[in-house]
């Protein structure tokens, strides 16, 4: 088998090599061989012969290119499938949850946690979810930071909608509520604020999220997940949204406001 490779291979160097060897011939003696009868016929069926070659080496380098991404795809996927699957974590928790005491705030924080595991990732995938199921996600973080926190802390979370089967991107406003939480409530002894105002009128939807922070905890640096969020803006919501942040002593505001589809 490796011998008839090899074979094809060298015949179909020497046929590439004739075909060069002979166009070299054309152009040199052009003038000589141009009054013979035929010639003109010949250079014809040469350059046939050139140009199908040219194109078959073109398909295969095509070929070659699907092939690799069709491979890449493939390692892809087998790592993914080698990955433990969210099944297993979440059939962990519901017998967590079954083992737990009824109404502890550990059973409540299992429960809360499968959730929005199940929505991250069966949901996140999509491309569109409703503005419904976005606030519902939000409200299970906040109460599940709640319970996780044991300190005192004025936490709120207002939100007016028109229209909860409205559409929007997933997972959109989760990261600046984190940030809330991180930087602000995290990090405070005592007097932790967090308000949320989440407002939806006519497909427009605004977030506003403020909280206090402690200035010597705080970096001036910008984190990953922010960066990510703004590109899914830019790339999602086009000249349609804009997002904006205020911070006045340890105050700290944003604002995003976002036309839906």
């Known amino acids: 088998m490796k011998i008839s490779e090899n ?5 179909k160097r020497l046929f590439k090599i004739m075909l060069v060897i002979i166009g070299i011939i054309i152009i040199v003696f052009n003038d000589t061989f141009g009054k013979l009868e035929g010639f003109a016929e010949f250079i014809a069926f040469y350059f046939i012969i050139v140009f199908i070659t040219i194109a078959y080496w073109i398909f295969k380098q095509i070929k070659s290119i699907f092939k690799l991404r069709n491979e890449k795809e493939k390692t892809e996927l087998l790592h993914l499938k080698s990955q433990v699957n ?18 502890s705030k550990e059973r409540e924080m299992v429960l809360k946690l499968s959730d929005m595991m199940r929505y991250s990732i ?3 995938e ?7 199921n976005e ?4 409200q299970n973080y906040i109460e599940l930071q709640e319970i996780r926190y044991h300190k005192k802390s004025d936490v709120q979370f207002n939100h007016t909608i028109e229209n909860p089967d409205a559409k929007v991107m997933p997972l959109l406003f989760i990261i600046l509520l984190e940030n809330a939480f991180k930087h602000g409530l995290e ?3 005592k007097d932790a604020y967090i308000h949320i105002d ?9 977030l506003v999220i403020e909280n ?3 200035l010597q905890q705080t970096k001036n640096q910008e984190g990953i997940g922010l960066k990510n969020l703004k590109r899914r803006l830019e790339l999602v919501y086009p000249k349609r949204h804009s997002l904006s942040f205020d911070i006045n002593n340890t105050i700290y505001k944003v604002t995003l406001s976002l036309t839906l589809k």
């Open 7 to 11: 074979r094809k291979k060298i015949m």
């Open 122 to 124: 069966y949901e996140g």
């Open 135 to 138: 606030l519902d996600y939000l």
């Open 86 to 103: 969210p099944h297993f974590f979440f059939n962990t928790l519901n017998n967590l949850y079954g083992m737990m005491e009824k109404n």
């Open 212 to 214: 206090n922070f402690d």
């Open 198 to 206: 989440f407002t939806e009128s006519e497909n427009e939807v605004q």
């Open 126 to 132: 999509k491309d569109w979810v409703t503005l419904k």
């Open 187 to 189: 990090n405070l002894e």
